[in-house]
């Protein structure tokens, strides 16, 4: 077990979470860390537990129902809350994620539209939504990429693909670091080979409609903390991050891969890690759902370092998310979180 409680291999799961009352009682522990409260007249105690439905609690002094659900991801699910743990212990904890094919024959379930939504639904809990801008002491790598690929029949040059922005944070060892790697680098000490002096620390994403200027510049402004060093390419759409107040360093790359690797190294590495994810795992995706794919990455990848942490992180957010229902999601009415809540939601020109 991890020091803070946290399962960290699945026969440690198994025994702290062995069927749905002891994920009742979890889930209760993280939504009431003082004690249940009654959402109906604010009483704070001890509830009438009911042996037949372990998700719901009875006020004892006005007798409301509150369901440890409601106002969750799994709010009005007819599945138990076990299955729900395994399904948000496998999605936080397997660095590659699942694909829904993958996730509906692990998980028993009978549909695959079940498993889609499932997995949709704790997507949503994966935005953080007070999460807070980055940059500051570190500098940040700003680029954009195409995602999809050609069209079959449509001829050449004709694509859907579509743009998406990112800002990854170049954070420094520290002195004194082992920088011990494994695998053959150009750099080595006493025999060993080195891993980069520079490492990538936060991460955001976003589904844009174009590379325009505003676009770029709103981007950087919502998700990069004012002042920040901001390192881009030569393209003219960041020309205003200086005047918006920020340390600009923009260079012409003219497709120079040393160049490349040595002014942009780590979003470029983000952007091929992301894309081979989405191929390899899922066989590409949609248009419509791209954004709540790039929250999946981010969230796996700004919590790398702490694997144990992911599946407790996934449920305190889970415990504060209004998730999409079936008919919002094959509607294309819900709108998937973005990166920061200021950010505008983005009309796909391919939808």
């Known amino acids: 077990m991890d020091p803070r409680g946290f399962p960290t291999s699945l026969p440690e799961f198994q025994r702290v979470f062995p069927d749905d009352a002891a994920c009742a009682a979890y889930l209760e522990a993280l939504r009431w860390p003082g004690g249940f409260s009654c959402s109906r007249c604010g009483v704070i105690g001890e509830p009438f537990r009911i042996s037949t439905r372990p998700s719901s609690l009875r006020c004892r002094s006005c007798r409301a129902e509150t369901s440890l659900t409601a106002g969750t991801v799994m709010q009005r699910t007819h599945m138990p809350l076990s299955v729900w743990f395994w399904a948000a212990y496998l999605i936080s904890t397997e660095t590659p994620g699942h694909s829904a094919l993958q996730f ?25 939504p007070e999460r807070d801008p980055i940059g500051g002491e570190h500098a940040v790598e700003v680029d954009e990429t195409l995602v999809g690929g050609r069209t079959r029949g449509e001829g050449r040059g004709k694509h859907h693909k579509i743009h998406v922005i990112g800002v990854v944070e170049a954070r420094h060892r ?23 002096d520079v490492y990538a620390g936060r991460l955001r994403l ?34 205003g991050l200086k005047a918006a107040g920020y340390a600009h ?18 979003v470029h590495l983000v952007f091929s890690n992301f894309k081979a994810w989405l191929l390899g795992i899922h066989h590409g995706v949609s248009q419509q759902h791209l954004q709540a794919y790039c929250n999946e990455f981010v969230f796996r990848f700004n919590r790398r370092f702490y694997p144990a942490t ?20 094959y509607s294309g009415e819900w709108e998937h979180p973005l990166p920061h809540p200021r950010a505008p939601q983005v009309e796909l020109p391919f939808a």
């Open 310 to 329: 992911t599946f407790n992180s996934l449920l305190g957010l889970a415990a504060k998310t209004v998730p999409p229902t079936y008919e919002s999601l």
């Open 206 to 239: 976003q589904v844009v409609a174009d590379r325009k200027a505003a676009t770029c510049e709103r981007f950087v402004r919502d998700n990069v903390l004012a002042g920040s060093t901001v390192r881009t390419d030569g393209w003219q759409g960041y020309d």
């Open 104 to 128: 509906q024959r692990q998980l028993a379930l009978s549909r695959y539209e079940t498993a889609y939504q499932v997995l949709h639904k704790l997507r949503a809990g994966m935005v953080r």
């Open 249 to 266: 360093h923009g260079l012409a790359m003219n497709a120079d891969h040393e160049l490349t690797d040595a002014h942009l190294p780590l």
């Open 174 to 196: 520290k002195d004194g670091e082992d920088r011990s790697a494994h695998g053959a680098r150009d750099d080595h000490r006493d025999g060993r080979p080195l891993k980069r």
